[in-house]
């Protein structure tokens, strides 16, 4: 289905590359094209970049014809070895590896709309809202400066980590101190 996405490389963490899908405008509508940057779900420990990517496929063509670039990219997945932060490090470093090609590809950092589902969704919301320069990545990639945030799209992530009637609705307790370095709150 997208036989002209380009496979690149992005980051490279304790040995592990860490890949994204580039898939160009169709349709050339900008000098340079704004972005598109799907985030995948699956329980911050599952999943993978092309699983969204073919979730939102009607909406990535679309948006592609109508000048958009579109970036599926894979993370570091939740693990006793990789924390939250990790994560949205490697979030924010996809977003500086947009700066950086910017010429290359010909894209818009300032135009970037974050896009999810599930745990995606709610990586997707915190991308577009929480402040780079808390989450230092890659020395090769571009600075925090220099992209901005258009919008972000949340497909049924989470946005509430509280206990709701004295249960956590969003995932598995044993996930908490990997996502929140915090113990599970019991009432």
């Not at 599952?46 to 948006?63: R, S, V």
């Not at 993370?75 to 070895?81: N, P, Q, V």
């Not at 969704?121 to 991308?127: I, N, Y």
Request: aromatic share 10%; glycine share 10%.
């Amino acid at each position: 289905m997208w036989e002209d996405a380009l496979t690149e490389i992005y980051s490279i963490k304790n040995g592990v590359s860490l890949e994204l899908l580039y898939l160009p405008p169709t349709r050339l509508l900008y000098d340079h094209a704004p972005v598109l940057l799907s985030i995948h779900g699956g329980g911050w420990e599952g999943g993978k970049k092309i699983d969204e990517l073919n979730g939102i496929a009607q909406a990535a063509t679309i948006l592609r014809q109508n000048g958009f670039a579109v970036i599926a990219a894979d993370y570091r997945l939740l693990s006793a070895d990789v924390r939250f932060d990790d994560i949205m490090q490697d979030c924010f470093d996809v977003c500086r590896w947009i700066v950086k090609n910017k010429e290359r590809h010909q894209l818009d950092p300032c135009r970037i709309v974050t896009c999810g589902g599930s745990a995606g969704g709610h990586l997707a919301l915190l991308t577009a809202m929480l402040n780079p320069a808390d989450y230092p990545g890659d020395p090769t990639l571009a600075s925090g400066e220099g992209f901005r945030f258009a919008g972000m799209i949340n497909l049924y992530g989470p946005t509430e980590c509280r206990p709701i009637n004295g249960r956590y609705i969003f995932c598995d307790q044993n996930k908490y101190p990997y996502l929140f370095d915090a113990e599970f709150e019991k009432e």
